[in-house]
């Protein structure tokens, strides 16, 4: 069964990061409500609480998210603009 993720909030992140760089975001975060960021982008599941992924939108630009499966939502918790490396890293995010 697919189900589509509707976004809730986070979109203030964006405000301090370059068009070209927002464009990618806005592409993953597309890819997220119909479902196809888990086959198209890197996604990871991260500490912190449930829920939470980290999804490699570029070579140095990760976005992080809280996905809430039981009201088919999500949020944008923010990103980061360094090279990720698993696995050491990605829970501290």
Do not use: H, Q
Not at 57 to 83: C, K, N, P, Y
């Amino acid at each position: 069964m697919a189900v589509r993720l509707k976004l809730t909030g986070g979109l203030e992140w964006l405000d301090s990061i370059p068009e070209s760089e927002r464009t990618k975001v806005f592409t993953a975060l597309f890819a997220l409500c119909d479902g196809s960021a888990f086959l198209t982008y890197g996604v990871f599941k991260v500490g912190g609480g449930p829920g939470r992924f980290l999804l490699t939108v570029a070579s140095e630009l990760a976005i992080r998210v809280r996905i809430d499966w039981a009201r088919s939502e999500f949020e944008l918790l923010g990103f980061t603009r360094r090279t990720v490396r698993w696995p050491r890293e990605l829970d501290t995010l």
